[in-house]
């Protein structure tokens, strides 16, 4: 196994990966803003991170990993007081929609999911804390942050803050890198919105202070990794620092991972361009939540992502292929023994696979290493040289693989079921398929070939294809 090695937005560096206690890892992942639902460049962000704890529990590593909601903000209480509803009532169906996005591209669950609303207490703690070291100044019934009173302002994203007013504040959560300014830590409340009264006054919250408190309640004042997407590094991520190691005088993060952005056909989403996809706009057009994921997962992280049907196509391809691998190897009969040869090969895989992976999460590269065996294997499974003793070690390489990538099982059509896609032509479960199939294999052997191409057709029509086998046996997949 190689050592790991990842890159740190902060050092500017790829470093060795050290967490500070040994096989144990806590890592906090800013969740999404449940206003809407989460678009595919949200989703890029998601798989990253999901490949990235997956990967380092595949090495062994016990995960501490934190996701938080982020169910209140300026848009979601504006929205809701429009709405008329609470904000739990206004967000509960983005978050709900989150989650089953999330299932749906094979997500993992982070040990904890928590909502910024229920840890209002904290906040205000963590502000009174940047109080008393006087970080902090009223303005207005709001309390902001004094940006040139930390020293370590701007390392994480570079920003430059020659020529920044002291005093110079913003209230908008959202900012661009050209005004590094005091932020809000503290909103004064809006008539007709919601506010918590509290022990620092009336209000709500700023965006910035809900991670640092979340994050520091579940991880301790020193987190391993953070991760988000590279436009959080500025602000909300400098802001995470400042508040954090304001209060506790210690490092808040050791390792910072930022996803780039994607692109879809080589423009930036945006609604007014026509090119702003949801998880569901994809799966109403036909296209498979494996391949989605798949083609989110298969551009190392760092790489700006341009996302295109094409590629979507390729990314639903390589996905068959590689479950035709896995069928090959479970259902074809191979000739006993071993060959030292693809012994090896397989090896070479495993070990190129985790040494993509090790560096940097280079995923072309770990995918590159699986689809060379998958190509090799097949050469010599059709030329009858793959041996029944090498079956075992390919699918213990191919569950490694799986592991992390979460493709090879056939789940697609259920997961489109249970989000309203596709409902009339997948209603065929895998029992009824595998009684036709049966049928039609002692059609074919009492030569009643009427019969069999009936049975061939009727399965077509129902959105499986049937393949016959070299060995007489039928392997069938859903299209
Ligand atoms: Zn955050």
């Given amino acids: 196994m190689h050592e790991i090695h990842l890159h740190n937005t902060l050092s500017g560096k790829i470093e060795t990966f050290v ?42 590593f ?45 997500i993992e669950s982070p040990e904890h999911w928590i909502r910024a609303t229920d840890h209002i207490p904290e906040m205000v703690s963590l502000i009174q804390k940047l109080q008393a070291e006087s970080y902090t100044y009223p303005s207005e019934g709001s309390i902001y942050y004094r940006i040139t009173k930390f020293k ?30 005091d932020f809000a830590l503290w909103k004064a409340p809006k008539e ?17 202070i809900e991670c640092s408190a979340m994050a520091m309640k579940y991880l301790g004042e020193t987190l391993d990794i953070h991760t988000g997407g590279i436009d959080l590094a500025f602000p909300h991520h400098e802001n995470e620092i400042a508040q954090s190691q304001a209060a506790t005088g210690k490092p808040f993060v050791h390792y910072w991972m930022h996803a780039e ?53 390729q990314a639903t391809s390589s996905v068959e ?4 691998f896995a069928a090959r190897l479970k259902n074809e009969k191979f000739a006993a023994g071993s060959s030292a040869e693809m012994a090896a090969r397989i090896k070479t895989a495993a070990d190129d696979f985790d040494g993509g992976l090790s560096d940097d999460l280079n995923t072309a590269q770990a995918l590159a290493a699986v689809f060379d065996l998958v190509r090799e294997a097949n050469i010599a499974m059709d030329k009858g040289e793959f041996r029944q ?41 895998d029992a009824e398929i595998e009684k036709l199939v049966a049928e039609r294999q002692s ?33 069938w997949k859903r299209k």
Wanted: net charge positive.
């Fill in 321 to 324: 292929r590689l479950r035709n």
């Fill in 19 to 60: 967490p500070q206690k040994p096989g144990q890892v806590g890592m906090y992942t800013c969740g999404p803003t449940v206003y809407d639902y989460a678009h595919i460049g949200n989703y890029r962000t998601f798989v990253f991170q999901d490949i990235l704890r997956r990967f380092l529990k595949l090495r062994g």
């Fill in 152 to 181: 370590d302002y701007g390392k994480l994203s570079k920003v430059d803050l020659t020529g920044i007013q002291a005093g110079a504040r913003v209230d908008n959560d959202r900012y661009e890198k050209e005004s590094a300014r």
């Fill in 389 to 429: 003793g090498e079956v075992k070690p390919a699918l213990a390489f191919l569950a490694s693989f799986d592991k992390v990538f979460a493709v090879l099982d056939d789940t697609d059509a259920e997961k489109l079921k249970a989000l309203g896609f596709g409902a009339d032509d997948a209603g065929i479960g």
């Fill in 261 to 313: 952005h994607l692109l879809v056909e080589g423009e930036k989403m945006s609604k007014s361009l026509g090119n702003f996809f949801t998880l569901r706009d994809l799966f109403a057009k036909g296209y498979k939540p494996s391949a989605l994921r798949f083609a989110l997962a298969s551009v190392p992280y760092r790489r700006q992502l341009n996302f295109t049907f094409d590629g979507l196509q």
């Fill in 192 to 208: 007709g919105e919601h506010f918590w009264q509290t022990a620092i006054g009336a209000g709500r919250p700023g965006w910035h």
């Fill in 62 to 106: 016990q995960m501490n990993h934190v996701m938080n909601l982020t169910d209140v903000d300026d848009r979601i209480i504006a929205n809701a007081a429009k709405a008329g509803v609470g904000i739990r009532e206004y967000t509960e169906k983005y978050a709900q929609a989150f989650f089953d996005d999330c299932k749906t591209l094979n």
């Fill in 443 to 475: 059609a074919r052997a009492r030569r009643d070939f009427a019969a069999s191409d009936r049975i061939r057709k009727e399965l077509s029509d129902r959105g499986i294809i049937l393949e016959d086998t070299k060995d007489g046996n039928v392997r």
